[in-house]
């Protein structure tokens, strides 16, 4: 079984000094840490333009981009192939979704708020889908919603947008990552008109008088296909954690710290029963993995014959 604990992998600033505390608050997980090889694989987001924690589970998942493409292009097909959502699309058909997102102006441009802190229901996002899909109608671009936060776009054969992920947007500013070609202005157009259309949409006063932030944009990613996955069929399963992410995300770290604790109660067992082949830990342009069947070079033996290897490497970029 593999553990990954997202927003387990602080910045080096900020590492060095919890490193001192992990002793106390999670000792299995220390001890664990100390007598596995471990290593880091950096995730350049102007790369991979999808997170180290959303790169990690592709990897896992056999995802292999074509020429061009960067790793977010599998997400689409990965969350349909693992969320149980409704895409019923060909092998080898791309596949694009757009996820519901709320844009909250910010003094470097709009930040965006994915779907997972929304809190949207099955019937809100049916209730959108239904007043707005007569907008498609005049456009090269048709939807159909697959789940309560996700629709399946379909696009033009010769359209191409390297995309990033929701959740690595969230961490800067749209801005950064608004695509402003001739190729993508039909979408850029349609997403304005969705904005102006749902600001004024019952459902988004009615989440307003419930004190949730409006569902009042669209951001579209994937491109990929299903038969871009080839993952081993004796792949060991893999339990994840986000409950740290929140923490790491606002540096609040001392609540990190709690957090971490509780996880360690949940999996000290495991971790004294030799239950657990690895554990990821993600942070926000990296992860590090220590894992049991990992066998390093020659040079990596000489240079790293300390079992605890993985302590410079959490603490180095």
């Avoid at 991979?48 to 998942?61: F, I, M, N, R, S």
């Avoid at 192939?81 to 441009?109: I, M």
């Avoid at 959108?128 to 498609?136: G, P, T």
């Amino acid at each position: 079984m593999h553990i990954v604990l997202a927003g387990a992998l602080p910045a080096p600033p900020y590492a060095q000094e919890l490193l001192s505390h992990l002793g106390d608050k999670a000792p299995n997980l220390l001890k664990f840490l100390d007598q596995t090889p471990a290593y880091t694989v950096a995730v350049p987001p102007e790369e991979a333009k999808c997170t180290p924690l959303e790169a990690w589970l592709l990897q896992q998942a056999g995802f292999q981009p074509q020429a061009g493409q960067s790793l977010s292009a599998g997400w689409a097909a990965w969350l349909c192939e693992t969320q149980a959502a409704h895409c019923n699309v060909k092998p080898d058909q791309p596949l694009w979704l757009a996820e519901l997102v709320h844009f909250a102006p910010s003094r470097d441009g709009a930040a965006l708020i994915p779907a997972q802190e929304l809190t949207i229901t099955d019937a809100q996002s049916q209730a959108l889908f239904e007043r707005s899909e007569q907008w498609f109608t005049d456009t090269p671009f048709r939807a159909q919603p697959i789940s309560a936060t996700h629709w399946r776009i379909e696009v033009p054969t010769e359209f191409t947008l390297s995309a990033p992920t929701p959740d690595l947007v969230r961490q800067s500013s749209i801005n950064d990552w608004w695509a402003q070609d001739l190729n993508t202005r039909p979408w850029r157009r349609l997403v304005n008109e969705f904005q102006m259309l749902w600001f004024s949409d019952p459902i988004n006063a009615q989440r307003q008088d419930q004190g949730l932030l409006s569902i009042n944009s669209l951001w579209l990613f994937g491109g990929a296909s299903r038969q871009q996955f080839n993952a081993a069929e004796n792949s060991p399963p893999y339990t994840l954690i986000r409950s740290l992410e929140p923490y790491a995300q606002q540096q609040q770290w001392g609540d990190w710290l709690v957090e971490l604790q509780h996880i360690e109660q949940q999996f000290t067992e495991l971790i004294q029963n030799n239950s657990i082949q690895s554990v990821v830990l993600t942070g926000r342009d990296r992860y590090l993995w220590a894992n049991r069947t990992f066998k390093p070079s020659l040079w990596q033996r000489w240079f790293n014959r300390s079992t605890t290897q993985w302590r410079t490497l959490w603490s180095n970029p």
